[in-house]
């Protein structure tokens, strides 16, 4: 690789630029003339509509109408490009390779948005989604092929260029001859973070690359190793769908499963970014309350992890344990198969004289199985009223009816939901396994079993249904009985994505292959390259959770500090002095990542007062922002800090396989700087030595 210092090649990168910046400022220029048009148009219109409305027939006014809406379409789709175009001044392109096809060289200028020069009827800037884009992200210099609407376009590359601009100047050029990135790569994971997650369409690796243009899995697992850029890319892979598939595709067919409102609102700037809107979003407590009619009360999983955290109850891990593997889900479907046969004994009756076979009433009632059991009972009756209506040519009368009604409702075992739910453990000879959670509530690992056994029996009702694609963070959090409600909730086609090292519940957890078990055809792929944190941070963690396949991106920064005080006191007065020091230096966040809620809130009330922007998150918190966050480990994941300091990493505090991947997810959160502080010994997972 070669930073491009030739002086001539620079200033006619900059006369280009010069003159792109003009041409895109002209076409503004061109297009705020034909809004101002528009909008005399549309007012005249209007004014037209107004006066002459008594002497316009009904038909002249629908025109009327239909043309002023036809206006003010065309006039939004102008505003829309305008904005597209204020955008890209600021930075209106980051590549450029030179295709040469035929004898015949082009550069291409690659950007986040596309720019065509009306004014001169050209493109000047593709859209990084474009087929021809993918070029820059899957080749060096050399021959080159790419995939276009029209089959496979042959050429060669014969120059590769990264730009990074700002305003009107070339900040950053760097010309690659043999790999796309490393130096502007570097360059980028070196900077301090954001108000929240960013683009990366400068940096795709290729690997990555081919993750987001994937276009054909039904549904794609990515399992990648912490900072792998999972999240990034799932974004970015949206981005592609909406640009790829507009036609049938829009922001409002996506919908994302996120682990908490926080790690939402801290992505929910990369959409807009690429220039697409931004897209639903929930979490698997609302989804299951929408399923459940809001109808039960049941606790968080954030719940579930702070009780197992602070009682160690090892019936409450069992329970969640049985409740998490394949095999309880095999069991859940074989006891609704059984309830469904058991639950309806039909007999002979009489109606009006005449005899409803109970061979009839089963198959009536079979064939109605996936309503909810009032409307079942609703349609048995109704179809028996019309057997009788036309095997016997009689109509019903209004107390023969409830006479029928009454006699099915008789043949149905009833028992409500809960009822049946907890007779499952009961069929399984495990009433153990059923347990209440605090104040009546159901607990959380008993939830989506309950769903997925109204699913089987009953029905549900979702506002999602329609939805076209379906992306999933932190899948490894989530069970097989949680993916079975998935699959038979969203047909759609899916991305999945999650590491099974960062599991913040081992006991309710799944891994790729379990998922791959429930949601078949599943197509899974790996990310082994870590880009968040620096070596010396990634090393550092994999002490914790040593995993043979990360690979670490060659950044170097400071090693991380594991500093013992005598007691707690000394401890937290450490932890304010490294939080002054944070306030005084060029980075932006600063994570002070705990185990427990209750271990968070006490550093929170020792540093409280004397910081600005100082922020304890909770279950509740639904907004990421710059400065001093503190907050567990659970609630950190999917998040990234400048610096993180994880306190009390004692002996006792860190000692189970759970509180050894809470602080792998708390170390993993660091970008440049990591410090660990105690009392007492520290937890034996940081003695391990990586061979
Ligand atoms: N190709 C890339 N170019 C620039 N930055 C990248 C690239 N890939 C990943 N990153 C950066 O690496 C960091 C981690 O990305 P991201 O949060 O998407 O990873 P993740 O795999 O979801 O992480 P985790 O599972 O640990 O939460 C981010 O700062 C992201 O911008």
Redesign the pocket.
């Known amino acids: 690789m070669t930073t491009s210092n030739d002086q001539p090649q620079r200033d006619a990168e900059q006369r280009h630029l010069h003159d792109i910046l003009q041409r895109i400022r002209a076409n503004i220029s061109e297009l705020d003339e034909r809004l101002t048009a528009y909008a005399d148009d549309i007012q005249s219109q209007k004014e037209y509509l107004w006066n002459s409305r008594d002497e316009m027939d009904h038909i002249e006014k629908i025109s009327a109408r239909e043309s002023i809406q036809q206006s003010v379409m065309t006039g939004d789709n102008a505003l829309t490009r305008r904005k597209r175009l204020e955008k890209l001044k600021d930075s209106p392109y980051f590549g450029r390779f030179d295709f040469t096809r035929h004898g015949s060289q082009e550069p291409i200028y690659i950007g986040v948005h596309h720019f065509r020069d009306d004014l001169a009827g050209q493109n000047r800037v593709y859209d990084w989604r474009a087929p021809i884009a993918s070029l820059f992200y899957d080749y060096e210099t050399g021959p080159a092929v790419y995939a276009s609407p029209e089959g496979n376009v042959a050429g060669e590359i014969t120059l590769k260029r990264q730009f990074r601009i700002k305003g009107s100047a070339i900040e950053l050029m760097i010309d690659s001859a043999v790999h796309v990135?490393d130096d502007v790569?570097q360059d980028?994971?070196s900077r301090a973070?954001d108000e929240g997650?960013?683009n990366?369409v400068?940096?795709?690796?290729r690997d990555?690359n081919a993750i987001i243009r994937n276009d054909e899995a039904n549904v794609l697992i990515i399992q990648?190793?912490?900072?792998?850029?999972?999240?990034?890319?799932a974004l970015h892979r949206i981005a592609y769908l909406l640009y790829r598939f507009k036609d049938t595709l829009s922001s409002e067919d996506i919908l994302i499963i996120s682990p908490n409102r926080v790690f939402a609102d801290y992505i929910s700037n990369v959409l807009p970014e690429l220039g697409e809107e931004t897209v639903n979003e929930i979490g698997m407590e609302d989804l299951a309350d929408e399923l459940l009619d809001g109808q039960y009360r049941f606790e968080t999983f954030f719940e579930q992890t702070t009780a197992l955290l602070e009682k160690n109850d090892e019936a409450m891990k069992a329970r969640l344990r049985f409740k998490a593997s394949t095999d309880f889900l095999a069991q859940l479907d074989q006891y609704a198969a059984h309830v469904e046969a058991n639950r309806f004994s039909a007999e002979d009756i009489w109606i009006a004289r005449r005899l409803v076979p109970a061979w009839l009433l089963e198959e009536v009632f079979r064939k109605h199985r996936h309503l909810p059991t009032n409307e079942r009972v609703k349609q048995v009756c109704w179809e028996i009223e019309r057997k009788i209506g036309n095997q016997y040519n009689y109509d019903l009368e209004r107390e023969e009816r409830n006479t029928l009604k009454a006699a099915v409702k008789n043949m149905l075992k009833q028992s409500t939901l809960r009822e049946t739910y907890k007779g499952f453990y009961q069929w399984l000879g495990q009433p153990e396994m059923f347990k209440t959670a605090s104040r009546g509530r159901l607990e959380y690992a008993d939830v989506f079993p309950l769903i997925y056994l109204k699913m089987r029996l009953e029905s549900v009702q979702s506002t999602w249904r329609n939805v076209k694609h379906l992306l999933i963070?932190e899948m490894q959090d989530y069970t097989p009985v949680q993916y079975a409600v998935i699959g038979r909730l969203f047909s759609c086609k899916k991305t999945i994505?999650?590491?099974a090292y960062?599991s913040v519940n081992p006991y309710s957890a799944s891994k790729a292959e379990e998922i791959r078990q429930v949601l078949r055809q599943a197509m899974c792929v790996t990310?082994n390259k870590s880009?968040?944190s620096s070596i010396e941070i990634t090393h550092f963690a994999q002490q914790i959770a040593y995993n043979p396949d990360l690979e670490a991106i060659e950044r170097h920064g400071e090693p991380p500090s594991v500093k013992r005080y005598a007691n707690r006191q000394a401890e937290l007065a450490a932890i304010a002095d490294m939080a002054r020091a944070f306030t005084k230096s060029d980075h932006n966040t600063l994570g002070i990542v705990c185990k427990t809620q209750k271990q968070a809130r006490k550093v929170f009330d020792a540093l409280n007062g004397e910081f600005d922007r100082l922020q304890l998150l909770s279950e509740q918190s639904a907004a990421f922002g710059q400065g001093i966050i503190i907050c567990t480990a659970h609630m950190a994941?999917?998040?990234?800090f400048d610096r993180v300091i994880v306190p009390d990493v004692s002996e006792k505090n860190y000692a189970t396989d759970m509180e050894r991947n809470l602080l792998y997810v708390a170390c993993?959160?660091a970008?440049h700087r990591l410090d660990l502080t105690h009392t007492g010994l520290p937890t034996a997972f940081l003695a391990r030595e990586i061979a």
Do not use: F, H, P, W
Request: hydrophobic share 35%; no cysteine.
């Open positions: 990135v790569l980028e994971l973070s997650m960013k990366i400068a940096t795709i690796q990555q990648g190793v912490a900072g792998s850029g999972k999240t990034s890319i963070d994505l999650g590491d960062q990310l880009y968040r994941k999917g998040l990234e993993t959160r970008m």
